[in-house]
């Protein structure tokens, strides 16, 4: 099964299955994707988590019940899967921003998170395959959790941590840039991350000589990074004969304004055929 086949199974399952237990087990074996490998791709392809996605869709739907008729919070509650009023409760007023016993005031304004719809890409990707031999990367390491990387939240926190220090690694190296490295683990549960630049020193790892496809990205960092990163899992490799290799990957961002239509990027992927 083709991966946008697959997201789009798994979103219809979960609206036709979304008053019972939706487990991501249950999700990623429909499709014959390990669940962590599922996950990334769903993150990927339609930028939130399943997590998230599903837990908006049944508030959202609880929202409706609450303004169409006169049910109650506990019986929604078993409806939606929580185990109490009150778990229901905290959810729903973490989605909605207001508690379900509000909903109904003149007020309040809700948001309402649809079905999932997701985008189809006609802009080619730009990239080239190359031969690198090892090269060296110090900087400054940590260990993430593959839920961690999947939210991205502590990793960004991460890169805002050592801002300073980077800028300081690239005037003591001359560098014109900065990298993101890092590898999953086998047991695809841990995400051990390096951010730095390229050369020896102090907190230096060594990436082994390999056969990298250099994918280039153009726009706003912020919008376009997590776009070229979908894209490349989504499309490029299923049209493609090469796999991961399984090795530490790289994002390397140029000096420059992360906001311009015109900053480059890229996203380094080591290949196995």
Known sequence: MKIQEAIYDSINYIEDHITEEITFDQLSSRVYYS??????LFQMMTGTTLYQYIRKRRMTLASKELLSG???????????????????????????????????????????????????????????????????????????????????????????????SL???????????????????ADQ?????????????????CVEASRWCIFKGTGPLISELPKLWKRIFLEWFPLTDFQHSGKIELEVFYDGDVTSRDYVFEIWIPLSK
């Not at 185990?83 to 905290?90: C, G, I, K, T, V």
């Not at 690694?169 to 993101?180: A, D, V």
């Open 70 to 164: 006169d049910v109650k919070v506990i019986d929604l509650a078993y409806k939606y899967q929580y185990d109490s009023p009150e778990a229901f409760s905290r959810a729903f007023k973490a989605v909605l921003g207001v508690s379900p016993s509000q909903v109904k005031r003149s007020d309040v304004i809700l948001t309402a998170y649809p079905k999932l719809d997701i985008d189809e890409h006609e802009t080619p990707l730009s990239y080239e395959l190359v031969e690198k031999d090892a090269f060296y990367i110090k900087g400054y390491k940590r260990t993430f959790t593959a839920e961690d990387i999947i939210e991205g939240h502590a990793y960004s926190e991460f890169w805002k941590e050592k801002e300073a």
């Open 189 to 205: 549960k841990y995400y051990d991350a390096l951010i730095g630049v390229f050369g020896q020193g102090e907190n230096t790892i």
């Open 35 to 40: 669940s962590f490998h599922y996950q990334r």
């Open 167 to 185: 800028e300081e690694l690239k005037r003591q190296t001359s560098s014109n840039c900065k990298i993101g490295a890092g590898r999953y683990r």
